[in-house]
Structure formats: structure tokens, C-alpha cells
């Protein structure tokens, strides 16, 4: 298995700037999810994949964020109009899709420095 | 109250002593529970996961689940300073269709020589 695969690895931007960060997941496996960490916190969910459908986002992903997934293969999450406060670490997981409680493995995450 | 709470450490321990990690959760409803290991700088490295009550071992590492006490703990024999590290508890909240893991805020431990 190749693991989960982000990119970029890091990433600095103006405030106001858009960015897209781009997830590929375990090759079988159909279930992908974005978590956002910040400095002492553990990781925090934004959204989930089952395949090509978004099954569940979090009150935490404003309408500034927007994720996709349109072949059910890779992701992409972009921000809009990027503020301070979206400065954290975005973390990709996926999982197996054979029932609910299967693990999820990270990849090494995006680090996002607004200036 | 938190949905998943740990202590956050820095729990320090001498080398080859058993380092022992808590964690517990509120919602009754929970069915899965996982620990992973996360270096300064890295990103979350799953070590356990435990469905059932009562303990889990894998090599080192013991996971231990009681659902009646909504509580999860991780043993650690044999400490490493390798093993120095952030320890993260997380729980699977199965809603509508959805798979989202919760997590703690981690547990800090330094194996000391």
C-alpha cells in the first residue's frame, strides 16, 4: 500500500488569497475525510466521502470551504478568501468502505501559514 | 463536558517502565475507539483500535475499553524514548450516513532515560 498523499506539504499565502490543497487516498479505499489541527488541539473533523458523495460536513466548514472528490478518487479542499484564523494544519484520512467502524489513516497533511 | 477528554500531559516516565494513558468519552453511543501516535511536526499514526470491551494487544501496546465506564486506555510496556510522542484518543460517531472521528486533545508523554 501507498499511504494517503497530500499536497502541497505546506503552504503560504496573503490573507484574501484563495488555496486548494489536493488529498489521494489509499488506492481501495472509498472513504476519504478532511480534519483541521491547530496547535495543541487534536484533529477536528470538516467532512467526509463515500466515494464521489459528501455524506456529512461540520458546522466548522463555512461557506468559504469547499471540497470535492468528482471521480471518487482523489480530493481537492479549497478555501476562499483565507482569514487568519484558517491558519492550522489539514489533515486527509481515508478509510475502507466495508462497514462503519473501519480505522482511518492520515497522510502527512497540509501546514497552512496565513500571513 | 468534552466529548472525548485526556489529560494533557506531559506524563513522563523512565525507560522501560509501563506508561499508562487515559481517555474518556460522553456519548453512550459510540462503537469504535482507536489511539494514535502523533510526532511534533507529523501527522496522526494509528497504533490500536479496540470495538469491545476488555484489552487489546498488539506487540507493546495494550488497549483496554469499558464501555459501562466510557473509558479507554492505552498501555505502554517497556518504554522507549522512541515512544516519546503525542497520544491521541479518538472515538467513532457513526450519524446519518456519516464515519467522523472525535478526538482528544492528546496526551504529551516524554520516556526518560
Known amino acids: 500500500d501507498t499511504g494517503v498523499s497530500q499536497n502541497p506539504r505546506h503552504k503560504i499565502t496573503k490573507r484574501g488569497q484563495n488555496v486548494t490543497f489536493r488529498c489521494d487516498p489509499i488506492s481501495e479505499h472509498n472513504r476519504l475525510y478532511w480534519y483541521r489541527q491547530t496547535l495543541g488541539q487534536g484533529p477536528e473533523f470538516l467532512t467526509y466521502f463515500q466515494n464521489e458523495a459528501q455524506l456529512e460536513k461540520s458546522r466548522l466548514l463555512s461557506d468559504r470551504f469547499s471540497a470535492e472528490r468528482p471521480k471518487g478518487s482523489f480530493s481537492t479542499l479549497e478555501i476562499q478568501r483565507t482569514e487568519q484564523g484558517d491558519s492550522a494544519m489539514y489533515l486527509c484520512a481515508s478509510s475502507r468502505g466495508t462497514g462503519d467502524n473501519q480505522p482511518q489513516h492520515f497522510g502527512d497533511g497540509t501546514r497552512l501559514s496565513i500571513l | 463536558q468534552k466529548e472525548v477528554e485526556q489529560n494533557s500531559g506531559p506524563l513522563s516516565v523512565p525507560e522501560g517502565a509501563i506508561a499508562s494513558l487515559n481517555c474518556t468519552y460522553s456519548d453512550r453511543g459510540s462503537q469504535s475507539f482507536f489511539w494514535y501516535r502523533q510526532y511534533s511536526g507529523k501527522s496522526p499514526e494509528l497504533i490500536m483500535s479496540i470495538y469491545s470491551n476488555g484489552d487489546k494487544e498488539d506487540g507493546r501496546f495494550t488497549a483496554q475499553l469499558n464501555k459501562a465506564s466510557q473509558y479507554v486506555s492505552l498501555l505502554i510496556r517497556d518504554s522507549q524514548p522512541s515512544d516519546s510522542a503525542t497520544y491521541l484518543c479518538?472515538?467513532?460517531?457513526?450519524?446519518?450516513?456519516?464515519?467522523?472521528?472525535?478526538f482528544g486533545t492528546g496526551t504529551q508523554l516524554k520516556v526518560e532515560l
Open positions: 479518538a472515538v467513532n460517531k457513526i450519524t446519518g450516513g456519516g464515519n467522523k472521528l472525535t
